[in-house]
């Protein structure tokens, strides 16, 4: 079936460093992925998204690359700050428009 | 960005008993709402998908009769437990979009507590 996986559960950075978090997807269909920080007790809240028409995309502090050719998708954030803290899952729309996710990092920012 | 809401925040009740759950997009139209199920330091499990005037589409496991979803408006969505166990125990969050909304905004979630 469809799964979005990540590398690695937890993640600690130092504050003021750069922190990449990645995933990687198993349906090559995939033509959206999405980005999300999740804090403790909260709804997920978007982050940014990215089309699979394209390898990056950038924000505010964050970037998005998408690497098809091995179904891999990574979340950058420049200059990492403590408000950062979450727990961060990407996502893809799946079949019928359902949002799969994958299993979540949890990021620590130590300051 | 797209707002969506959810009531209550929290709720703790007795083995048994049923519990609704609301889902609000408050500033669009809301064609369909995803409910999903979260346990603690785990992913998001995708519960059931609700179709505004349609019977909803559970996901594999997940027991209609146990999980009443009703989206019998454009802006409102409810998911009601019945029969609430201890393992039911988890928190509920909807999402929510309509055609010309693509990145699905997630309401605040509800803590579903079954004693």
């Known amino acids: 079936g469809e799964s979005v996986g990540l590398h690695l559960p937890t993640l600690s950075v130092q504050e003021g460093d750069n922190s990449i978090i990645n995933c990687a997807y198993s349906n090559s269909a995939s033509d959206y992925f999405i980005w999300y920080k999740q804090e403790s007790g909260k709804g997920p809240q978007f982050i940014i998204d990215?089309?699979?028409?394209?390898d990056k995309r950038q924000g505010q502090r964050v970037t998005v690359l998408l690497n098809k050719t091995v179904k891999h998708l990574s979340l950058q954030i420049a200059a990492t700050q403590p408000g950062d803290s979450a727990v961060y899952f990407c996502?893809?729309?799946?079949?019928?428009?359902?949002?799969?996710f994958g299993q979540g990092t949890e990021l620590s920012v130590k300051p | 960005g797209a707002v969506v809401s959810q009531h209550p925040s929290w709720v703790i009740c007795k083995s048994g008993t049923s519990v609704k759950i609301e889902c609000r997009s408050l500033d669009f139209q809301a064609t369909t709402m995803f409910w999903y199920r979260q346990f603690p330091k785990q992913s998001l499990m995708l519960m059931a998908t609700s179709n505004e005037g349609s019977k909803a589409t559970y996901e594999q496991g997940v027991e209609k009769d146990k999980f009443l979803i009703n989206h019998a408006s454009l802006t409102l969505s409810t998911l009601t437990v019945t029969s609430a166990h201890p393992e039911d125990s988890s928190f509920y969050i909807c999402s929510a979009n309509s055609g010309t909304i693509t990145r699905k905004y997630f309401g605040p979630g509800t803590r579903l507590t079954v004693t």
């Open positions: 996502a893809e729309i799946g079949q019928g428009g359902k949002l799969i």
């Open positions: 990215i089309r699979s028409n394209m």
